[in-house]
């Protein structure tokens, strides 16, 4: 079999040592390759290097990458992207033209741009392929959830028609029926002949559509025998009795002039308590969550905290008060990371706008410490970060405000299923120890599990099901 990509003894290197070593391994026609393995082991490295393209502070050190028997590194050639690979970004959002609608994004996409009278049809067939209604064809990435933005980028890169697919983490926003879906169409995608690189650590998603498996570990690559384990859900923590420190009543919301995405719903969160919100990609939980943050608008309803009085929804109009309560961690971090300011600059940040606390190095440790990252990590920019380590950073950046509500949006959907069991754990240590109310929007019910009580999000309306279990221990330090 002829292999469209061949990476030979491939190392990457940064200042402070290799990121990837001597990395080997070939891709041919209708062949599935997965790479998995922990966050910040280097995985996403490999699948941009398919691209002929580094992140800044990095250099190739060492080896070849091959695509149809040219190089590609340092300088990719023109006919590289798009048409012979096509390339789905861990964060969706970014990838994405905020001022551009769905449509056009799709449409200039197509390899073969069909004529105007056709062009409708076109992109609703396009939609269709991944699950998406006709109706988004009109919206702006803001006003898409981040499964839909996710399905977008994965019809864009199938309408340009590549010979090859590499696809980072492109499962990480999407509930499991989705999921099943998403897989379905990469199953045919590749009996077409269409060779896929799967970056992932979904091992259930890797067991099904996986020819081959490689373990990257330390920016070392191993073929990986036998199938992947199971992420087994862990056991979630007890109920409490503790005043209640967030009420949301009435609250109905939608994206400009369409159907509402919930209506009239309300929910009150007590100190020290943690709430899952689950639903589907789509169903408003992100946008009912960033109601609760400032950043978007309902058409009705109220907010209050602890004090009783209402709290304005705009974020510009929050006293500093509400705004150290109520943190959010989004579930794209590259968006909510400013690409030229380094780690300590985003966790100093909150420190001083919010506390007027001077940071120092032993404030920037502890924090990164926190999310199990090393206070090296403090001088690194964004863009030398794996999606899972800007994951973690976003959220010690969040911590640093001390808030009483913390809302974590699918903010273990990038990470392995060691850090996401690490990070859960920390989260549930953190809302022990500091009393910290936690609402969790996800669609993964082994994340949900780890909450005291579970509303779904379905039709607009909340369906509680609450249930209780143990806690999980943490070994933590105070952060500040």
Not at 245 to 254: F, Q
Not at 269 to 276: I, L, N, P, Q
Request: hydrophobic content about 40%; some cysteine.
């Amino acid at each position: 079999m002829s292999h469209i990509i061949e990476l030979r003894g491939l190392t990457i290197t940064s200042s402070d040592g290799p990121i990837i070593s001597d990395v080997t391994f070939a891709v041919g026609p209708g062949e599935c390759v997965a790479l998995t393995g922990p966050s910040g082991s280097g995985k996403s490295t490999i699948a941009l290097a398919t691209l002929g393209h580094t992140s800044p502070g990095l250099r190739v050190s060492g080896g070849r990458v091959l695509v149809r028997g040219a190089d590609v590194l340092p300088e990719p050639p023109s006919w590289l992207r798009g048409r012979t690979v096509g390339y789905v970004p861990q964060d969706p959002g970014p990838a994405l033209n905020p001022y551009v609608r769905v449509r056009t994004t799709l449409l200039e996409a197509l390899r073969h741009r069909p004529p105007r009278r056709k062009r409708k049809q076109s992109v609703a067939s396009m939609l269709d392929r991944v699950g998406l209604p006709t109706e988004l064809a009109r919206r702006y990435p803001h006003q898409l959830s981040g499964g839909q933005q996710q399905r977008i980028l994965i019809a864009a890169a199938l309408a340009a028609e590549p010979e090859v697919l590499v696809l980072d983490e492109p499962l990480t926003a999407l509930d499991p029926a989705t999921t099943r879906g998403i897989l379905n169409l990469l199953r045919e995608v590749r009996d077409s002949g269409v060779a896929l690189v799967l970056i992932s650590h979904d091992h259930d998603a890797v067991n099904l559509i996986a020819d081959r498996r490689y373990q990257v570990c330390a920016g070392r690559v191993s073929a990986s025998r036998g199938p992947l384990p199971r992420s087994v859900p862990a056991p979630p923590p007890r109920d409490g009795h503790q005043p209640v420190v967030l009420t949301v009543s009435g609250i109905s919301a939608r994206h400009q002039r369409g159907e509402p995405l919930f209506a009239r719903q309300s929910i009150s969160v007590r100190k020290g308590e943690s709430v899952a919100l689950l639903g589907r990609s789509g169903s408003g939980k992100t946008t009912f969550a960033r109601c609760i943050a400032g950043f978007h608008v309902p058409f009705e309803g109220v907010l209050r905290l602890s004090d009783g009085e209402p709290v304005p929804w705009r974020i510009q109009d929050r006293d500093r008060d509400h705004k150290v309560a109520i943190q959010m961690v989004s579930q794209s971090p590259a968006e909510a990371l400013h690409p030229h300011q380094s780690v300590r600059t985003a966790l100093a940040r909150p420190l001083w706008t919010l506390h007027r606390v001077r940071a120092t190095e032993e404030h920037i440790t502890r924090l990164l410490g926190a999310v199990a990252l090393p206070g090296s990590f403090g001088n690194r920019l964004p863009g030398e970060l794996s999606g899972g380590q800007r994951q973690r950073v976003v959220l010690a950046r969040a911590l640093a405000a001390r808030p009483s509500v913390l809302i974590c949006d699918e903010v273990t959907a990038a990470l392995d299923t060691d850090t996401r069991a690490e990070v859960l754990a920390l989260i549930g240590d953190l809302q022990a120890r500091e009393n910290l109310a936690v609402i969790h929007i996800t669609h993964d019910e082994s994340v949900a599990s780890h909450s005291q009580r579970t509303l779904t999000l379905a039709d607009g309306a909340f369906a509680a099901s609450p249930h209780s279990g143990a806690r999980l221990a943490y070994a933590g330090r105070n952060l500040l």
